[in-house]
C-alpha cells in the first residue's frame, strides 16, 4: 500500500533538503516555489465550483464519518474515487489538503508541481494512502492530522491525477473532539497505543479499529488503563509490538477520526498521528525527599484534604482511582500535580498506575492517614506592570484554597528585595486578599477595581520599590520560614496584564500554573488574552 506525509511543500534547497531529511521516505517528490497568487475568496457552503474548467464529476469525494460536504466534522478522512486511473499513475505528493477556496490556477500549480508560497501556507498537514477496494477501483483517502476549524471551507486537490473539491466544516452541533494526551508528542515510542481524554464520563463500550493506512488491529475502549480514567478512550493493538516499528523508518498512523460514529455518545477523536519519536523511556524510582513517601516511581507529599505527587523523572501518565477520585495526568519528568479531594484525618486507599511513552504499564495500591485540615494560602494572581500608576496601583492576590481560616500575620511575602510582613487577619476558607501599597487606590479607572469581597491588605511597601516588570518570582513564607506558595518569574507581561494561576492547586513548579491574562483582583481568575 503507497502512502505519503503530506506538509507544507519547501521553497529552498535547504528546506527541501530538510524536509527529505524528516520525512523519508515517506516524501519522495519536494515541491518548487512558483510566482505567488492571491488566496481567493471564502467558498460558500456546498460551492465546489473552480474557476476555469476542471472535471470535478468523474471524481466522486466521500467524508469519514459520513456528513454532508457543506457540514463536515471537524476530525475527518476524505475519500477520494479514482476511477479508471492506476495506483502508478497517482503521485501523493501533490495531494494537498488546504484552507479556503483554490482555482484552476491553483490546481494547475499542483499539476506542475509548482505551487506558490502563498498557497503552501494554506496546506494543512495530512496523511495520504491508496486502496483499491474492490480490486480495480480505486480509492484515495487524505486524514488531516489536526482538526479542522468550524465554519472554515477547506479543499482536496491533486496534480495527477488531476482534481480538486471542496467542503465546510460545520460551524456547530460537531461532535467533541477528544484530545490525545499518550504517548506525548515528539517522546511516542509506541504505534500499538494510544490514549484520548475529555471531561466528560464516556460509555462502556469497545470498537475493533485499525490504525491506517498499514497499522496494527486493536480495540477501542474506556479507560487510561482498566478500570482507570472514565473520561478517557485508549486505543491497544492486540499485538504489543508492530513488527516493522523503528524510530528510523519514519511511519506516520492514524486512529479513526471518531469513536462510536452515528450513535448519540459518539466522539471525534484528535488526528494526531502515531509516530515513534523516541526509544523508550525507563522510569527509576525518584528519590523521595524528607517528608515524602513513595508512590508509584514518584514520590508523595500526605496533607489534608489533598496529597501532592512528584513524578519520575522521565514524562509518566498517571491514572489514579479511589475516595471518589478518577484522575488521569499527563506529567512531564520531575513534575508535580495534586491529588484532592480527599477526606481529611482518614485512611485513604487508592488504585495508581503508571504509563510510560512506550505503551507499558506498572500498576500498585497506596495506603496512607491524611492530616487534620489546614489552611492552604497561595500566590493566585500578581499584577506587577499596571496601567495606572507604578508601584502604587500593584498588587498580590492570595487565595486560601484550604478548610480552615489563616492567619495572615504568620505570612510574609518576599522577592528579591526583601520581605513584607502581612497584617493580623483571618482569610476564610475560598476567600481573596489583595495585598496592597498604602496610597492603592481601587477605584483607578485605568485598572480593574477587587471585587467587593475581596479583603484589602495594605502594606509599607511592595517590593523593594515596587514589584519588578521584568519578571521576579515571589514567596509566600509561613511563620517558620518554609515557602508555602510561589509565583515563578516571567517575562514582562503587557501593561496591564497579570500573571495568573490557573486553578488554586495548580502547583507551584509547572510552566503551565501560570499564565498571563487579563486581571480580576480578589475574584476567580480568567483565562483571557484579550484587554477591555
Known amino acids: ?284 524510582a525518584a528519590v523521595c525527599e524528607a517528608g515524602e513517601v513513595p508512590l508509584g516511581p514518584g514520590c508523595a507529599q500526605v496533607a489534608d484534604d489533598r496529597i501532592h505527587v512528584r513524578s519520575a523523572e522521565v514524562p509518566l501518565l498517571w491514572a489514579i482511582a479511589g475516595e471518589g477520585l478518577d484522575e488521569v495526568v499527563a506529567v512531564p519528568p520531575g513534575e508535580r500535580f495534586v491529588l484532592a479531594p480527599l477526606p481529611p484525618l482518614a485512611p485513604v486507599a487508592l488504585d495508581v498506575a503508571t504509563v510510560d511513552n512506550a505503551g507499558r504499564v506498572a500498576r500498585q495500591t497506596f495506603s496512607a492517614v491524611t492530616l487534620a485540615p489546614m489552611p492552604h494560602v497561595v500566590i493566585n494572581e500578581v499584577l506587577s506592570n499596571p496601567r495606572g500608576a507604578e508601584p502604587s496601583q500593584e498588587w498580590v492576590e492570595l487565595y486560601n484554597d484550604g478548610d480552615v481560616p489563616a492567619e495572615l500575620g504568620r505570612y510574609v511575602l518576599a522577592d528579591v528585595g526583601g520581605e513584607t510582613e502581612l497584617p493580623s487577619t483571618l482569610l476564610e476558607p475560598g476567600a481573596y486578599a489583595l495585598v496592597v501599597n498604602e496610597v492603592y487606590a481601587p477605584e483607578d479607572e485605568l485598572d480593574p477595581s477587587p471585587c467587593p469581597e475581596a479583603l484589602l491588605l495594605r502594606v509599607p511597601k511592595l517590593g523593594n520599590h515596587g514589584l519588578s516588570n521584568t519578571g521576579e518570582p515571589l514567596k509566600l513564607k509561613d511563620g517558620g520560614g518554609a515557602v508555602v506558595s510561589r509565583s515563578p518569574a516571567l517575562p514582562e507581561p503587557k501593561a496591564g496584564m497579570s500573571l495568573a494561576r490557573v486553578e488554586p492547586r495548580a502547583p507551584d513548579g509547572s510552566p503551565g500554573s501560570f499564565v498571563t491574562t487579563w486581571p480580576t483582583p480578589g475574584c476567580v481568575n480568567i483565562m483571557s488574552q484579550e484587554i477591555p
Not at 147 to 171: D, N, W
Open 1 to 284: 500500500m503507497n502512502h505519503r506525509l503530506l506538509t507544507r511543500p519547501s521553497w529552498t534547497t535547504r528546506a527541501r533538503r530538510a524536509l527529505l531529511l524528516a520525512l523519508a521516505p515517506l516524501v519522495a517528490h519536494p515541491l518548487a516555489c512558483a510566482p505567488e497568487l492571491a488566496a481567493p475568496p471564502p467558498v460558500e457552503a456546498g460551492d465546489g465550483d473552480l474557476d476555469d474548467a476542471v472535471d470535478e464529476a468523474s471524481v466522486e469525494l466521500q467524508i469519514e464519518p459520513p456528513a454532508p460536504l457543506d457540514a463536515a466534522p471537524p476530525v475527518l478522512r476524505l475519500r477520494v474515487h479514482l476511477p479508471a486511473v492506476s495506483a502508478e499513475d497517482v503521485d501523493l505528493a501533490r495531494v494537498l489538503v488546504i484552507r479556503g477556496k483554490i482555482g484552476a490556477a491553483h490546481v494547475r500549480q499542483l499539476e506542475q508541481g509548482e505551487p506558490s508560497k502563498a498557497l503552501s501556507e494554506r496546506v494543512v498537514p495530512s496523511l495520504a494512502w491508496l486502496q483499491e477496494a474492490p480490486p480495480g477501483d480505486l480509492w484515495l483517502t487524505v486524514a488531516p492530522l489536526a482538526p479542522l476549524v468550524p465554519g472554515e471551507t477547506y479543499a482536496v486537490a491533486g496534480g495527477s491525477p488531476s482534481f480538486s473539491h471542496h467542503i465546510q466544516i460545520a460551524a456547530q452541533g460537531a461532535t467533541p473532539v477528544l484530545p490525545r494526551i499518550w504517548p506525548p508528542a515528539d517522546l511516542g515510542a509506541s504505534l500499538t497505543l494510544g490514549i484520548w481524554c475529555g471531561d466528560v464520563v464516556l460509555p462502556e463500550k469497545e470498537a475493533a479499529v485499525t490504525l491506517a493506512p498499514d497499522g496494527p488491529a486493536g480495540e477501542l475502549r474506556r479507560g487510561a488503563v482498566d478500570d482507570l480514567g472514565a473520561r478517557c478512550l485508549r486505543f491497544e493493538a492486540e499485538s504489543p509490538t508492530h513488527p516493522t516499528a523503528s524510530p528510523a523508518d519514519g511511519r506516520h498512523l492514524v486512529g479513526p477520526p471518531a469513536a462510536f460514529p452515528g450513535e448519540p455518545d459518539a466522539v471525534s477523536l484528535d488526528p494526531r498521528p502515531f509516530v515513534l519519536e523516541s526509544e523508550p523511556l525507563h522510569a527509576a
